[in-house]
């Protein structure tokens, strides 16, 4: 690819990847004053507000199916920005939603089942569809944004931009939470969505403008909607049925195995369909090359791990906190930075690093340090919870201190292991494929990472619920209900148990990813 601005091009692409990542967490730290603002009932409206998260996680899986492998055909450069274009127009709708499309959702509701709708419930509606046109969005700028890097740069130098495209991504949802948390003290919720609207005008003039003389390959022919279509139809069941289901849900929704039926059937026809169609969405021959098997299923058990240090945490601790759900949830909050930022940070070192030892001994080395994280983690105490809160929210002695940095280390180490995967994983695919095939290439990465995360949920989910039952009628099965320290106690020593054990599981699946990262070639 010649052009003289490869660094300037990666940082202005970077800039809305890290907008749209921001956005997939942003509104799980408002929803409470969503829900106020519109009127709308907790015990009701909850369910409903959960898809303004779903809907989006949803909807950011879908979009990279077809819109990666659209940028082969069509140039990276119409296509990243159509994708600018739809979360520009997202955004307008989420912040909007209170006015003018609320109107628009109150008459389709009323068309539908008649009567006069719930005007709270029509803003709701509104907001979704608004969440959802943003994904769309947002969701396919990533794998775009990963081909450009690989257009940008010569295999040999990819490692590096590969990695701060993954950094910036991990970095927009893990700091989603915080970001949301803080300017909704400050400003109305709805300026959360406002703000997205002068900036991403800004970067579609910038990046129409750096990309211009960029001439991206592409490839005859049209896009394979059959198996956009089908591959879309397997990860919404697949998604439905694993992982996104109702926020704070006790056991999963009812229609979770239907969906994940559904969503097989719809995974066994696009397979079939992408065998015998002319010019496919996904090329399954690529998996024939041990690079591209050996680096997918090592994505899959690395987004497993990811999500466990994710539910560990404020699992451990809020049981601590219990008696004060306020410093329980900002314990978690604090102690889930030492994971999720050093994973961030970690991707850019991890694309040093593969240009220096290669795919399979970087990629190793990230498993093996995060093996270690999760072991020490496995290690937890019951007292260190209540002491990590006690020290957080300012009332912690010197053996608090001690223990708080027991739980800091394993969550960091983890962090940074998993963090380091990143770029030798996607070099590693990316680089094995044709100049064509970069941008189907690069969705698979992020898909597979995310189908993981999925199925690490609903396993944990069940695991998590059987266990504490079973732990805790083991503890409790002789103490009196009005006892309520022993059963705080008990309570305190299941959790802590099946967090270790939750530990342990991903330190064995992690082990297990030593078996693909080894398959992955030696060269850099």
């Given at each position: ?9 990666l ?41 303004t ?45 209170g ?23 029509a803003?709701?509606?509104a ?30 130098q ?85 992982g ?27 397979v ?79 694309g ?48 608090s ?12 180490v ?75 106690e ?35």
């Amino acid at each position: 690819m010649k052009t003289r601005r490869p660094p300037l091009i990666l940082a202005l692409v970077c800039l809305p990847v890290f907008l749209g990542a921001l956005d997939l967490t942003i509104i799980s730290a408002v929803l409470p004053a969503v829900i106020a603002d519109l009127n709308i009932p907790l015990q009701t409206g909850l369910d409903d507000a959960a898809w303004t998260v779903n809907g989006y996680l949803l909807a950011y899986a879908v979009s990279m199916t077809f819109m990666g492998r659209a940028s082969d055909r069509w140039g990276r450069r119409r296509v990243y920005l159509i994708c600018l274009g739809i979360f520009f127009v997202g955004s307008w709708l989420a912040a909007a939603s209170g006015d003018a499309p609320t109107q628009i959702a109150y008459r389709i509701v009323q068309l539908i089942v008649g009567g006069r709708p719930d005007r709270g419930l029509a803003a709701l509606y509104a907001l979704i569809f608004g969440r959802v046109v943003q994904a769309f969005g947002a969701g396919a700028m990533v794998p775009v944004s990963m081909a450009l890097a690989a257009d940008l740069f010569p295999p040999e130098q990819r490692a590096l931009p590969l990695g701060i495209v993954g950094a910036v991504d991990t970095a927009g949802w893990v700091l989603g939470h915080l970001y949301g948390g803080i300017m909704v003290q400050f400003f109305p919720w709805p300026y959360l969505f406002w703000i997205n609207l002068p900036i991403v005008s800004l970067m579609f003039g910038l990046t129409a403008w750096v990309l211009n003389s960029l001439d991206s390959p592409r490839l005859e022919g049209g896009i394979d909607w059959t198996g956009a279509a089908l591959i879309s139809l397997a990860l919404v069941g697949l998604n439905l049925g694993l992982g996104a289901g109702e926020v704070g849900a006790a056991s999963p929704p009812i229609y979770a195995p239907f969906a994940l039926i559904i969503g097989l059937i719809f995974l066994f026809l696009f397979v079939w369909a992408e065998r015998r169609a002319p010019q496919p969405l996904l090329n399954l021959r690529i998996f024939a090359n041990r690079d591209i098997s050996a680096g997918s299923g090592m994505n899959l058990l690395i987004g497993f791990c990811l999500m466990v240090g994710l539910v560990s945490v404020p699992l451990f601790i809020n049981v601590a906190g219990a008696q004060n759900s306020g410093k329980g949830a900002l314990a978690s909050g604090y102690l889930l930075s030492a994971f999720t930022v050093p994973l961030a940070l970690a991707a850019i070192p991890g694309g040093w690093l593969t240009g220096h030892l290669g795919y399979r001994r970087s990629a190793l080395l990230g498993v093996l340090i995060a093996l270690g994280g999760f072991i020490l983690m496995s290690r937890w105490r019951p007292e260190m919870a209540g002491h990590a809160v006690a020290l957080i929210t300012g009332s912690g002695a010197s053996e608090s201190v001690s223990n708080t940095m027991q739980m800091l280390a394993g969550l960091l180490v983890a962090g940074v292991g998993l963090g380091l995967t990143i770029a030798p994983i996607a070099t590693a695919v990316i680089n094995t494929v044709s100049d064509s095939e970069r941008g189907m290439a690069s969705a698979l990465v992020i898909i597979l990472r995310l189908v993981g995360m999925s199925i690490s949920v609903s396993a944990l989910t069940a695991y998590g619920l059987r266990r504490s039952t079973e732990v805790s009628r083991e503890l409790l099965w002789d103490v009196p209900l009005t006892e309520f320290e022993r059963i705080h106690e008990a309570a305190l020593q299941a959790a802590t148990r099946v967090t270790t054990e939750m530990a342990l599981i991903a330190a064995a699946v992690c082990a297990a990813a030593v078996i693909p990262a080894l398959l992955l070639r030696r060269q850099k």
